[in-house]
């Protein structure tokens, strides 16, 4: 059993590239009668297509509060930051954004925004850092230009990598007999005495006993 058509002249709509007369019946009917049911409006306002092809052509195109041109730097950021808060859920990301659809945001993201946070270094589903940098395709594709092969972790790095650590252990070490030979080889401090004059004490003779 297949799905129901989304208008009851399905089979006989027109496909393809829109004309400038059906823009017009469409702008014209909208401008009257609002935008009402997409299912019965392609009959009302005397157009052969499906009610969703007359949807996505207002919403997408002849909206006239539409905005043109390139996206600016604030879009960018609020895209981001929606991003980051609802996912893929581009029409509830467009409602924040006046004058910009779902599909247009959709494919900005994934032609400009993607690489620009990569280029930051954000991973773009998680917006965490990315945990190990990646290297630019510009870089690849002069590597491969240059017949050059891409580097890979190799013994001697291993060992370059460990000599630092080691050498940082053993000043460690070094620094701790120092300390303990400095601890252990500090000078005492002796008192010394003053010189001091003693003057007998003389005491008178006993008495004679008689």
Avoid at 11 to 40: F, M, P, Q
Avoid at 53 to 67: A, F, G, Q, T
Wanted: glycine share 6%; with cysteine.
């Amino acid at each position: 059993m297949g799905r129901s058509p989304c208008c009851e002249l399905e089979a006989h709509t027109n496909k393809g590239t829109w004309t400038k007369e059906e823009d017009e019946l469409l702008v014209n009917y909208i401008a009257l009668h609002g935008e009402g049911c997409w299912r019965s409006l392609p009959k009302a306002a005397g157009l052969l297509r499906c009610g969703k092809s007359c949807r996505l052509r207002w919403i997408n195109y002849l909206r006239p509060d539409l905005k043109r041109g390139n996206f600016t730097q604030e879009e960018d950021e609020i895209i981001i930051k929606l991003h980051s808060l609802l996912g893929n859920k581009w029409s509830l990301i467009a409602r924040r954004l006046p004058g910009r659809t779902d599909n247009e945001i959709k494919n900005y993201w994934n032609t400009h925004i993607k690489r620009k946070l990569i280029h930051r270094g954000i991973d773009p589903q998680t917006h965490l850092p990315l945990k190990n940098a990646t290297p630019t395709p510009t870089a690849d594709k002069n590597r491969i230009c240059l017949g050059l092969r891409s580097p890979t972790p190799s013994s001697s790095s291993t060992i370059e990598e460990t000599q630092p650590h080691s050498q940082l252990q053993h000043e460690q070490n070094a620094a701790v007999a120092v300390d303990l030979e400095l601890s252990i080889g500090l000078p005492s401090y002796s008192t010394t005495v003053s010189k001091v004059s003693f003057r007998p004490v003389t005491r008178p003779p006993p008495p004679l006993r008689t």
